[in-house]
């Protein structure tokens, strides 16, 4: 553990002069997330935060062609592919924290209403599709380069936050989540507990099974 | 000298890849020991390191590092083996201090203060990001990078490659202190053969994916000699080509390349020549453009 706090501590010692770039696009995307509600301030943080930071920590090693130096270092090949996870799930928690203090002054100031259930269940869904739909941008890294990872992480932002989320007002599955959101089913309503069971286990599933085959890509393409 | 004494040892490696196939290698490297790895590019240089190092796998072959492989004692190796690459692959963004600081929590051998010293030594502005350094001072910072954790095995490959005399000259002077612990060994890659002939205690040299020539280096300058000298008559030719390799002649004006000189090799020319047999030991150099047989010819049945 304390080797991969070393790996990830040094992509954010590298992002250093890249760090504004993260605050400027969460400071503007809480003007729409504001439209939204506080799980889309919640999601969009969460995604944007991940995003920029894993997605610049590859660009990094791929710039600096240093996967191999890596390698060199005293560590197992896999702790370097575990540390890029672990700074996944880093990136969403700080995006998360960073979209918290925002939902609390807007809801301290009085300019929405925010419930609790709404917090609660944007958390748990941002981290939800943070990994979803990060963890195979990883394994492409780490099975195909850089460019693989740039092309996908482009689609699913696109296909994903602007798509999807579109697409996902049409449904009438919407007034389930406004009802929750509006605290008119209770913090933990049945349906809604079991949904969110099962998300966190296609969550978990899907993070593990990308965290094990990009170990097994990393080992296959920088070995060959 | 036994294999559990050898630092490194690679057995009938082999590797291919579309277009290019490394074959049979067999290499040794004793402690105390300078092994100069040369031969032109796309010879299988950078190839033969990557399998050393464990970056890329062979397809057959045994490698040995400091007694162990890869597949049981990869992290063990790893801490007691340094590298340069050819490639620069130091972050760019980070600073030669912030990358020593880096570095020392993995190894526990670090030794910072000498990290310190080797920056000073080598001039190099450690509070400076890679990126502000010039192709020579990265070089050097990967050096000292690469030597401040003590390492028992220093691999570098192409250290000396686009840098400028001074900077070569320095390095080439911090292999050589590096070589005063007897306990430890370089393996040093290149194509400038003017460094390892200054540096290295062993030569072997690879061209086409094979090991052409490998040895002490003292041996292969004291056995690769050129002899001149006029034929007593031109039938006296076949003999010559019989007894050395290597072959060039003018009318009874003969130039030949022996691999294996010897005494008695003089004795035999002398009998077959008109005149007196001139000796000339050759440089590395030389013996390395011989062998890519440009413009010796190898005689058969030599």
């Not at chain 1, 049409?170 to 349906?191: A, C, D, E, K, N």
């Not at chain 2, 036994?2 to 290698?25: H, M, N, W």
């Not at chain 2, 045994?62 to 990869?74: M, S």
Request: charged share 20%.
């Amino acid at each position: 553990m304390i080797i991969m706090w070393e790996l990830v501590t040094k992509d954010y010692y590298l992002l250093r002069r890249q760090a504004w770039w993260v605050l400027v696009l969460l400071f503007f995307s809480y003007f729409f997330g504001f439209r939204g509600g506080a799980a889309a301030v919640l999601a969009i943080s969460s995604g944007i935060s991940a995003y920029l930071l894993v997605l610049s920590s590859l660009s990094i090693e791929d710039k600096n062609n240093s996967l191999s130096f890596l390698r060199l270092l005293p560590v197992p090949a896999r702790a370097i592919v575990d540390a890029k996870f672990l700074e996944l799930v880093l990136g969403g928690l700080l995006g998360g924290v960073c979209g918290l203090v925002i939902v609390t002054l807007i809801s301290v100031t009085g300019l929405k209403t925010i419930t609790g259930p709404e917090v609660i269940w944007g958390i748990i869904s941002s981290l939800a599709i943070i990994t979803i739909v990060y963890s195979p941008t990883l394994w492409l890294f780490f099975r195909f380069g850089m460019q693989a990872a740039r092309i996908a992480s482009f689609i699913t932002w696109f296909a994903f936050w602007f798509g999807i989320v579109t697409l996902w007002q049409r449904f009438t599955i919407v007034t389930l989540w406004q009802r929750l959101y509006q605290g008119s089913m209770g913090l933990f309503p049945s349906p809604l507990v079991a949904a969110g069971v099962l998300l966190a286990l296609v969550t978990a599933a899907c993070f593990v099974l990308f965290l094990v085959l990009s170990r097994r890509a990393f080992v296959y393409r920088e070995m060959r | 000298m036994s294999a559990a004494q050898l630092l490194l040892r690679l057995t009938g490696v082999s590797k291919t890849y579309p277009g290019f196939q490394l074959q049979d290698i067999n290499l040794e490297l004793p402690p105390g020991c300078i092994l100069g790895f040369v031969g032109p590019n796309g010879a299988g240089k950078t190839t033969t390191i990557r399998i050393i190092t464990n970056l890329v796998r062979p397809d057959g072959g045994r490698v040995e590092v400091l007694g162990r492989t890869w597949d049981r004692d990869e992290v063990a190796i790893k801490s007691r083996l340094g590298y340069v690459p050819e490639d620069n692959q130091l972050y760019e963004e980070a600073t030669g201090y912030w990358l020593g600081n880096f570095l020392g929590r993995y190894y526990p051998t670090w030794d910072d203060a000498f990290f310190r010293t080797l920056l000073e030594k080598f001039h190099v502005p450690g509070n400076k990001t890679v990126k502000q350094l010039s192709k020579g001072n990265r070089t050097k910072l990967a050096v000292a990078l690469a030597l401040a954790h003590r390492p028992e095995v220093l691999i570098l490959d192409e250290p000396t490659s686009g840098v400028d005399p001074v900077v070569r000259h320095t390095l080439v002077q911090e292999l050589l202190e590096v070589i005063q612990d007897e306990t430890r060994g370089v393996f040093f890659s290149s194509h400038i053969i003017e460094d390892i002939e200054k540096v290295a205690d062993r030569v072997t040299y690879i061209a086409g994916g094979r090991i052409a020539l490998a040895g002490d280096k003292e041996t292969i300058l004291e056995q690769w000699q050129e002899l001149t000298f006029r034929l007593k008559d031109a039938g006296q030719l076949r003999q010559v080509q019989r007894l050395v390799p290597y072959v060039k002649e003018s009318g009874l004006e003969v130039a030949a390349v022996t691999d294996a000189y010897n005494p008695r090799l003089l004795q035999e020319l002398r009998l077959l020549a008109a005149g007196e047999v001139t000796r000339r030991p050759l440089g590395l150099e030389e013996i390395m453009l011989i062998l890519a047989g440009n413009e010796w010819q190898k005689a058969e049945g030599a």
